[in-house]
C-alpha cells in the first residue's frame, strides 16, 4: 500500500495525522516540509515519515494533501510540477478553486477539495469536501473515508464552501468563550469560575441540541423566560447588535475567502 504524503507539517496536518492516529490508520503517513523542527516534532508525536525531499514525497503518494496556507499554494505547484503517477490530490487551501488547481496540475491527478476542522485531533471533527464532475466513485469514496475516520463529513458544492468555511471553524467557539468568560470576570466572577460557567453555557448547551430531537428555537424559549435573567441578556445582545456583526464578520471571512482565488 502506498502512502498517503502531507505537503506541510503545520498545524491542521498535525491535527488530521492525531486523528488517524487514534483512529488505528494502517497506511503509511509522509510529511513534506521546508523546515525541519516541524518534521522532527511531528515525528516524535506521531509516527510519520519526515521526507525533506518533495520529489521523493510525491513519488510515495497514493493521497496527496496540500497542506499549505493559500497564498503558498501557487508556489507549490509550480514547485510539483507535473505529475506522471495516478493520484488523488486534495487540497486543504481555503478559497482556492477547484478549476485554478486543475489548472496548474493535470491529469492524472484527480482533484478534490476538503476544509477539515482541527477538532478532527480527537476524532470529532467536521469536514467540508467538495469533487468536480467527473471524478470517478472510487476517488470520491477514498476522500470521504478519510475524513470519516476522524469525524463527520458532509459533501458541500463548491459555490457553497467559502460559506461553510467562514462558519464552521472552532475559531468561534474559542472566541465565544473567551469574550463571555472576560466580561464575566469584569461583572465579578474569578477566572477559574467565569471559564467554568462560559463553556457550560456554550457547549453543553449546544451539545443538548446536537444529541437531542429539540430545534434551536425550542431550546432558546425553554432557556430564556420572558422577562428572565436569560431573556434580558439575550435582548440586550440583539439591541446591541449581535446578529449583525455576526453577519459582517462573515462577510469579512468570504472577501478573503475570494481574494484567496485571485491569488
Known amino acids: 500500500m502506498k502512502a498517503i ?6 498545524r491542521i496536518t498535525s491535527a488530521l495525522v492525531a486523528g488517524l ?7 503509511s503517513i509522509v510529511v513534506h516540509d521546508r523546515h525541519p523542527d516541524k518534521l522532527r516534532a511531528l515525528k516524535r508525536q506521531h509516527r510519520i515519515v519526515a521526507e525533506p525531499d518533495l520529489q521523493r514525497a510525491l513519488r510515495q503518494a497514493d493521497l496527496l494533501v496540500i497542506a499549505v496556507r493559500p497564498s503558498g499554494v501557487a508556489q507549490l505547484l509550480r514547485d510539483i510540477g507535473q505529475i506522471d503517477q495516478p493520484v488523488v490530490a486534495i487540497s486543504l487551501a481555503a478559497g482556492i478553486p477547484l478549476r485554478n488547481l486543475q489548472r496548474q496540475i493535470r491529469a492524472p491527478v484527480q482533484w478534490a ?3 477539515p476542522s482541527p477538532a478532527c485531533r480527537t476524532q470529532r471533527g467536521l469536514t467540508a469536501v467538495t469533487f468536480p464532475r467527473g471524478l470517478p466513485a472510487a476517488a470520491r469514496d477514498e476522500v470521504r473515508a478519510l475524513f470519516a475516520r476522524v469525524g463527520d463529513v458532509r459533501e458541500i458544492p463548491e459555490s457553497r464552501l467559502d460559506a461553510f468555511t467562514v462558519t464552521y471553524s472552532t475559531s468561534h467557539g ?3 468563550l473567551a469574550a463571555l468568560a472576560g466580561a464575566a470576570e469584569r461583572v465579578g466572577l474569578d477566572r477559574k469560575s467565569a471559564l467554568i460557567a462560559a463553556a457550560h453555557g456554550l457547549a453543553d448547551g449546544i451539545l443538548l441540541w446536537r444529541d437531542g430531537n429539540i430545534s434551536v ?3 432558546v424559549h425553554e432557556a430564556a423566560t420572558p422577562g428572565g435573567i436569560a431573556a434580558t441578556v439575550m435582548e440586550a445582545m440583539d439591541k446591541a ?10 462577510r469579512a471571512g468570504l472577501a478573503r475567502a475570494k481574494a484567496n482565488a485571485k491569488g
Open 113 to 115: 477539495r476538503a476544509m
Open 174 to 176: 474559542y472566541h465565544a
Open 217 to 219: 428555537q425550542e431550546l
Open 5 to 10: 504524503v502531507f505537503l506541510g507539517g503545520g
Open 241 to 250: 447588535g449581535y446578529a449583525g456583526m455576526v453577519e459582517r464578520a462573515l
Open 21 to 27: 492516529r487514534l483512529s488505528c490508520y494502517r497506511a
